[in-house]
Nanobody, 129 residues
């Protein structure tokens, strides 16, 4: 059974940095690259928001609110997805989730949470002003 586990969340001050990790277990080693994986976040009272992913060409794609500050990367040998978060702002405070699916639907959008059928339990990020 495939499972996703996030780690690396915590509390930082405005302008600080954190690095999140998402490790996929239950995959055949190295096969995580065959899945579409991404990062989402959700704060109380708000919709789950797509943060970053890799498109079909392997190019990183970001939500508008994190462009230029966050960097997504992947270590296929370790089946691990990362999210380097820099210049953090209070509005980045949220529970961050890792998500995966074998492939998006033909007209699906990467930031649509309903495209993904595998989710981690989340890791909390809190940014204080």
């Amino acid at each position: 059974q495939v499972q996703l586990q996030e780690s690396g969340g915590g509390s930082v001050e405005t302008g600080g940095s954190l690095r999140l990790s998402c490790t996929a277990s239950g995959y055949i080693a190295g096969s995580a690259s065959r899945y579409c994986m991404g990062w989402f976040r959700q704060s109380p009272g708000k919709k789950r928001e797509g943060v970053a992913t890799f498109n079909r060409d392997g190019v990183a794609v970001y939500g508008d609110s994190v462009k230029g500050r966050f960097i997504i990367s992947q270590d296929n040998a370790k089946n691990t997805l990362y999210l380097q978060m820099n210049s953090l702002k209070p509005e980045d405070t949220a529970m961050y989730f890792c998500a995966a699916v074998k492939r998006l639907t033909p007209t699906g959008h990467w930031a649509d949470r309903y495209e993904y059928n595998l989710w981690g339990q989340g890791t909390q990020v809190t940014v204080s002003s």
